[in-house]
């Protein structure tokens, strides 16, 4: 006759659940540093995200700016001058849509702001948990 209980462990039930609460305890605390972490880097692209589209709009009002100079100048000169004015507003324009381009990815890179990978994280430990606890 062959010992069934040859794979159990010898340990008391109060340990094994002891062991289980611990290694619950620092997964929990694992998966909330992942959480900060993910947070933090949202934060900052947010951050850069916000920055960027505030000079995109800093940048076309000097563009509108510069625009109404040449209408001003092509319109009472009739000269290079408003040529000028006008490869300066295209400049400016150019600019603020590159920076607005820029602004527009860094905000969509941090939204939602959740921590996702943290979530996916504790998903998959609480599915774990389950399976293993139904067996």
């Known amino acids: 006759m062959s010992d069934i209980r040859r794979d159990v ?16 305890s620092q997964l929990v605390r694992e998966e909330l540093l992942l959480a900060r972490a993910e947070m933090t880097e949202k934060g900052k692209r947010l951050g850069i995200g916000g920055g960027l589209f505030s000079a995109a709009g800093l940048t076309a009002l000097f563009g509108f700016q510069a625009l109404v100079a040449t209408a001003v100048i092509a319109l009472a000169l009739v000269l290079p001058w408003w040529a000028a004015a006008l490869i300066v507003t295209v400049v400016l324009f150019l600019t603020a849509a590159v920076l607005g381009a820029a602004g527009r990815r860094n905000v969509r890179a941090a939204t939602p702001p959740k921590p996702e990978e943290a979530l996916r994280g504790v998903q ?12």
Do not use: T
Request: aromatic letters at 0%; charged letters at 40%; proline letters at 7%.
């Open 9 to 24: 462990p010898d340990e008391p039930v109060g340990e094994l659940v002891g062991r289980a609460s611990q290694q619950i």
């Open 124 to 135: 998959r430990d609480v599915h774990e948990i389950k399976e293993r606890a139904h067996r």
